[in-house]
């Protein structure tokens, strides 16, 4: 039993899904998932398991931010043998032409987070997705007659920033979008050769500053659900 999990070995899949939003893990779970369990509720970080298309999947929310994800996917790859690790998120464009709603596949994920800093000693690891997940999610939005968007995304420690104008720099080298979790993800996944992968929407524009309505996060939210457990499971 993990400190900040909880759960017994066996009670989550080796697919788990990992909104940053514990309420949207429990609305995937009870809109998405047949006969779902939850198994841990610590800090109200709800996590359950259910199974979609016959196949066991888990849902565990992560909190925002590199050191909250970084504890749940450390638990969830050392003590319960999960192999593969889905991210579903929101970012903020830093593209022209990347419009609001986009489905971003995050082929990798730069950051200024102090975690690698830390781990690598100012050396620099370059954190990437599991090839296999990225076919097979690109794959699943394609047959949907989405067209999804893949490159590297933004993993920031800071959502306000004192500079208003950093995200500048990284957009200069062709990153997609930011966000605050990803790098973290596919830095564990590594360590512990599991497979990893970031789908995110867009859900604001650092150049235009739209942002989508509620009832558009929803129905974007649903899309991208569909990609994330078809490739969960396949
Ligand atoms: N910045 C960082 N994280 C985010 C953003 C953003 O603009 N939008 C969604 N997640």
């Known amino acids: 039993m993990s400190v900040h999990i909880a759960a017994k070995k066996?009670?989550?899949a080796g697919a788990v899904l990992l909104p940053g939003d514990p309420l949207r893990a429990q609305f995937i779970a009870e809109n998405f998932l047949e006969d779902p369990v939850q198994y841990t509720s610590i800090r109200n970080m709800s996590g359950f398991t259910g199974t979609y298309q016959g196949k066991r999947v888990s849902v565990q929310g992560t909190g925002m931010g590199i050191p909250s994800i970084s504890i749940y996917v450390n638990e969830l790859f050392r003590d319960y043998d999960v192999k593969r690790a889905i991210r579903i998120g929101t970012a903020g464009s830093i593209q022209e032409g990347l419009e609001l709603r986009e489905l971003v596949i995050a082929?990798?994920?730069c950051t200024d987070s102090g975690a690698n800093?830390?781990?690598f000693g100012g050396r620099h690891f370059a954190p990437t997705a599991s090839?296999?997940?990225v076919k097979k999610a690109y794959e699943a939005a394609e047959k949907r007659g989405?067209?999804?968007r893949v490159g590297s995304v933004v993993s920031s420690d800071m959502f306000y920033t004192e500079d208003p104008d950093e995200w500048?720099?990284?957009?200069k080298f062709g990153c997609l979008a930011l966000e605050m979790e990803s790098a973290e993800l596919y830095t564990l996944a590594a360590k512990y050769r599991r497979e990893?992968?970031?789908l995110l929407t867009i859900s604001d524009s650092l150049i235009t500053h739209g942002v989508t309505s509620a009832e558009e996060r929803q129905t974007t939210f649903t899309r991208m659900m569909e990609v994330a457990l078809e490739t969960a499971v396949s």
């Open 131 to 133: 090839f296999n997940l």
């Open 196 to 198: 990893a992968l970031a």
């Open 10 to 12: 066996g009670e989550i």
């Open 117 to 119: 800093a830390i781990r």
């Open 146 to 148: 989405w067209k999804p």
């Open 168 to 171: 500048k720099l990284w957009a």
């Open 107 to 109: 082929m990798s994920a």
